[in-house]
């Protein structure tokens, strides 16, 4: 049993009173990690039975890797992208799509690094993934992207072809170690524009990810993250919540809602 620990929690709700506008509405940014989805049973990257385990990140997790053995890495998400049947969003995907809907529009960016698809599938709309979507892949020739998720698509190991230029194997749409994640401008924007940024269920390991928390505390942002365990960069959050985030995010949201009505 996880015991929920509200660390700083002098400054809840006094200070997030102070963060909302007078003259404009509340502008949030919110930047998910693997962590979100732990409790819809997606595993984590690096804990106990993190992803990696009995891979090898340079094997499943780099271009040298796909190129090296293709079959080995198109096997590894084959797998992954068979699991999205078997999960669904939990209350933590949940509470974050009640937030967006309580925002005006064009002022809630959810960014994630999470490649499942259970932000949208819990109704968030606003939704940037920069790590890329296991549900696409894209070819290594015309770079045509599509959504590969039929029973034809899934049901064996087998490479998928180019439906547009007809070569052999199309990659997963998947943002590996030095490659550029995507939409860099518009998620550095949103988080440099808002009054509020959450952080949730990331370890701050991967960059340029981690670096946004910096980023979102220069521009004057409040900044308040959720974790099981304090996360590398713990030290920057002006909040930190410590426990599950399908039982932390939905009081904070319902305490938030509250204050802005
Ligand atoms: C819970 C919970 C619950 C559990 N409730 N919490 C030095 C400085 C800067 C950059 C670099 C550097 N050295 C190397 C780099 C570059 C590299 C990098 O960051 N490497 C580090 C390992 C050091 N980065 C890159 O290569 C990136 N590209 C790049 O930098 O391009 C150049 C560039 C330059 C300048 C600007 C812009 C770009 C690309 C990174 C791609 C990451 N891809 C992966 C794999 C995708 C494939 C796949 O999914 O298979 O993305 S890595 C993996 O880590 C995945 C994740 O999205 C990512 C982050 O992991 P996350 O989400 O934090 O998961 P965990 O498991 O680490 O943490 C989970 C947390 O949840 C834990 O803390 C738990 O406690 C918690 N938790 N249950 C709340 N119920």
Redesign the pocket.
Known sequence: M?SIQIVLALSNIMALTDVIPSDRPLRVAVL?????S??SGV?????QD??WNGHR?ED??TPEGWIIDSEKVWA??QE?RRQLKDVEPNS?HLALSELEKRMEAGCFTLI????DDLHERGGTENLIH???E?RLVRCEVCEHKFEAMDSKHLENDEFISCPECGHAKVR?E????????FK?TELQRAVIDCDLFLV????????????LLGQALSSGSYCVG??????LNVDLFHEFHQ??????LPLFVQELIDIMM
Not at 32 to 36: L, N, P
Not at 174 to 181: A, H, L, N, Q, S
Not at 226 to 231: K, T
């Open positions: 996880v998910t990690g693997a962590g979100i732990a409790e595993n984590t990257f690096r804990g993190g992803l990140i499943v997790a590894f998400y992954r933590g994630t690094q999470n490649v920069m790590h890329g296991l997963p998947i943002v590996w170690f030095g490659e550029m994640p860099m949730i269920g990331t370890s701050g390991n991967v960059y340029p990810a981690a670096g959720f974790n099981l365990e304090p996360p426990g599950l985030a399908g039982e932390l």
